[in-house]
């Protein structure tokens, strides 16, 4: 789960077993049911380094569409393969699974490693604003069980992957709102909120005097983003210490962001 008491470290999370806490909060505060929690995390590069690209006969993407998209998927087919084969591999190896308990599929731009306690999946995209370049996103989400994360072979097999924790709503929140709770609080005060936000406020980013990690919030998501990719312990360690940091806020809205 992703809860629990202030002083002790956030040990797990679910898709499904979110726990009550931190649902009936957000819902207290103008937020509907979430819809899923995962880890998140990916690198990324120029697309002409893929190993399927060949100068000779093909150019560099110049704008993101179903086309191109579909193009990216051809190239990075070789790459895409060759990490989800060695995910399966170090999956079943470090976790005992047998067969009918793991199974990978590997499709256009997308490989899904499904096993019986979670699932992982990496996908290929074009960069929307840099389309000569691609992202390679790792996702780790419907996690049976917290006591997974407590064992050292779970999280060696996902280390230095993910930098974010991000929770899906199926509502969403007014962005709005978020930004006018932080501006409405005393900024000399300890541990103070800041916000920064764009012109249209489509998003906004909080952060927490003393923590590394922000959160990012587009109205549909929040994304708790980390300072550096770690394994999963290490991500919902950087969790507590920053929902530590939210909870010293007097404001209901603001505390409940994340639990």
């Given at each position: 789960m992703l809860c629990a008491k202030a002083s002790e470290p956030a040990s797990g999370l679910g898709g499904r077993r979110i726990c009550r806490r931190l649902r009936d909060v957000l819902s207290e505060n103008g937020f509907t049911k979430i819809s899923q929690v995962r880890l998140s995390g990916g690198a990324g590069g120029a697309v002409k380094a893929l190993r399927g690209f060949d100068k000779s006969r093909h150019n560099v993407p110049d704008a993101v569409n179903a086309a191109t998209q579909a193009f990216l998927a051809r190239l990075c087919a070789a790459e895409l393969a060759e990490e989800a084969e060695a995910m399966f591999q170090n999956a079943r190896a470090a976790l005992g699974y047998k067969r009918a308990g793991i199974s990978l599929d590997v499709g256009a731009g997308l490989a899904t490693l499904t096993t019986?306690?979670?699932?992982?999946?990496?996908?290929?995209?074009?960069?929307?604003?840099?389309?000569?370049?691609?992202?390679?996103?790792?996702?780790?989400?419907?996690?049976?069980?917290?006591?997974?994360?407590?064992?050292?072979?779970?999280?060696?097999?996902?280390?230095r992957q993910f930098d974010a924790v991000v929770f899906d709503l199926v509502r969403g929140v007014r962005v709005e709102a978020v930004i006018d709770a932080v501006e409405a609080l005393d900024p000399e005060a300890e541990g103070a909120l800041r916000v920064d936000y764009?012109?249209?406020?489509?998003?906004?980013?909080?952060?927490?005097?003393?923590?590394?990690?922000?959160?990012?919030?587009d109205g549909a998501t929040l994304a708790m983003r980390l300072s550096r990719a770690g394994s999963p312990a290490e991500c919902l360690a950087e969790f507590a210490a920053l929902r530590e940091a939210f909870r010293l806020s007097k404001d209901a809205t603001l505390a409940g962001l994340i639990g």
């Amino acid at each position: 789960m992703l809860c629990a008491k202030a002083s002790e470290p956030a040990s797990g999370l679910g898709g499904r077993r979110i726990c009550r806490r931190l649902r009936d909060v957000l819902s207290e505060n103008g937020f509907t049911k979430i819809s899923q929690v995962r880890l998140s995390g990916g690198a990324g590069g120029a697309v002409k380094a893929l190993r399927g690209f060949d100068k000779s006969r093909h150019n560099v993407p110049d704008a993101v569409n179903a086309a191109t998209q579909a193009f990216l998927a051809r190239l990075c087919a070789a790459e895409l393969a060759e990490e989800a084969e060695a995910m399966f591999q170090n999956a079943r190896a470090a976790l005992g699974y047998k067969r009918a308990g793991i199974s990978l599929d590997v499709g256009a731009g997308l490989a899904t490693l499904t096993t019986k306690d979670f699932c992982w999946e990496l996908a290929y995209a074009l960069e929307p604003a840099d389309p000569a370049r691609y992202a390679a996103t790792r996702t780790l989400h419907n996690l049976r069980s917290a006591d997974l994360v407590r064992l050292p072979e779970f999280d060696g097999l996902f280390a230095r992957q993910f930098d974010a924790v991000v929770f899906d709503l199926v509502r969403g929140v007014r962005v709005e709102a978020v930004i006018d709770a932080v501006e409405a609080l005393d900024p000399e005060a300890e541990g103070a909120l800041r916000v920064d936000y764009p012109s249209d406020c489509s998003r906004c980013v909080l952060s927490a005097p003393g923590v590394t990690a922000r959160v990012e919030c587009d109205g549909a998501t929040l994304a708790m983003r980390l300072s550096r990719a770690g394994s999963p312990a290490e991500c919902l360690a950087e969790f507590a210490a920053l929902r530590e940091a939210f909870r010293l806020s007097k404001d209901a809205t603001l505390a409940g962001l994340i639990g």
